[in-house]
């Protein structure tokens, strides 16, 4: 049998986080500077019903079974095989590599998750509807992460720029033209489940004055939806250095991350925020294209990681 692979790109929140868990809007689109891909070979030659999952990037190789209950990965395979009712796996190997930096907030777990269910439905002979992709990804996400708004999922199976509504609605955002975002790690990994959660516990203390911010965030990613769709790079910019400044008030900033914030926008950047969870992972910045270069150097001399560009909004990427 051929070797079969799928793909799945990293993700980045442009507007938004934390308030869509609470049922503001958010737009959030795909990242194709970093995916996860998975490939399956069959192994005829052996007769076991347990996969053999190879990770490069950890240095692990092990049998699907040995993997923890709620690990990731098992439960993408477990849940497609559910869903497909497959009842014994054939035998065969599952590599998956990804570079997307973990707990960084572009998206690492729901892209392996992709990746992973898309390869095995397809190696099991199925061709499955973006819809289904995407809702066996969320009951992943619900395992890994709580209680996720399904924006991460959604963006990465669709891949494309979405104008999100938990529960609620999903809308392509088409953009007028290509957008150039700058992208900058801090280096620093934290994890989203924990970082939702006290943002929980502030909203069950101050549910006033944190309702209040969720809804102006909300009003951020209304605006700037009308901005992206018109092409105002400037006024993105200036909504999302406001809507970092709220996240900072949500408590999920860093000195680190208002650090590179404040150095994309000393270095001649629209506007930047942090994406994501935060408390840790990455900023994002849009800058006039002449200050695009200083904007980056000035990331990397001030102790970014790592820092990248990705152009938004162009063609669909291919897998
Ligand atoms: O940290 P990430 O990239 O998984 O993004 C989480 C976004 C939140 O709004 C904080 C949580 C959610 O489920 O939407």
Same mark, same amino acid.
């Given at each position: 049998m051929a070797t079969i692979y799928a793909k799945a790109f990293g993700k980045t929140i442009l507007f938004g986080e934390h308030a869509v868990v609470y049922g503001q809007p958010a737009i959030a689109v795909p990242v194709n500077a970093v995916y996860a891909k998975a490939t399956i070979e069959a192994l005829p030659k052996t007769n076991s019903h347990d996969a053999l999952i190879v990770l490069p990037n950890l240095g692990i190789t092990r049998n +699907?079974? !040995?993997?923890? !209950?709620?690990d990731p990965i098992r439960t993408a395979i477990s849940i497609t095989r559910d869903y497909l009712s497959i009842k014994m796996l054939p035998a065969m190997m599952i590599t998956i590599a990804s570079n997307i930096p973990i707990a960084?907030? +572009?998206?690492s777990s729901a892209a392996v998750a992709i990746a992973t269910i898309k390869a095995v439905s397809q190696f099991l002979g199925f061709s499955l509807e973006n819809k289904e992709i995407n809702d066996l990804a969320f009951q992943v996400e619900i395992i890994q992460?709580?209680?996720?708004?399904g924006i991460d999922n959604s963006t990465i199976t669709y891949n494309q720029p979405l104008y999100f509504v938990k529960d609620y609605s999903m809308e392509l955002l088409v953009l007028k033209n290509p957008i150039k975002i700058v992208i900058a790690d801090s280096g620093i990994r934290s994890l989203t489940k924990e970082v939702v959660a006290e943002v929980r516990a502030l909203y069950q203390k101050e549910p006033d004055t944190t309702g209040m911010i969720f809804d102006q965030i909300g009003d951020i990613s209304k605006k700037a939806r009308a901005e992206i769709e018109k092409g105002h790079l400037k006024m993105i910019g200036n909504l999302m250095t406001l809507n970092h400044q709220l996240l900072v008030r949500l408590g999920v900033s860093c000195n680190a991350l208002d650090n590179l914030v404040d150095v994309a926008l000393g270095n001649g950047a629209y506007g930047a925020k942090l994406c994501g969870g935060g408390k840790g992972g990455i900023i994002i910045a849009v800058t006039p294209e002449i200050h695009i270069e200083k904007v980056i150097s000035a990331l990397i001399t001030n102790r970014a990681a790592n820092v990248f560009m990705t152009t938004i909004g162009s063609t669909r990427d291919k897998e």
């Open positions: +699907l079974s !040995d993997f923890a !209950d709620n960084a907030g +572009l998206g992460h709580g209680k996720p708004s």
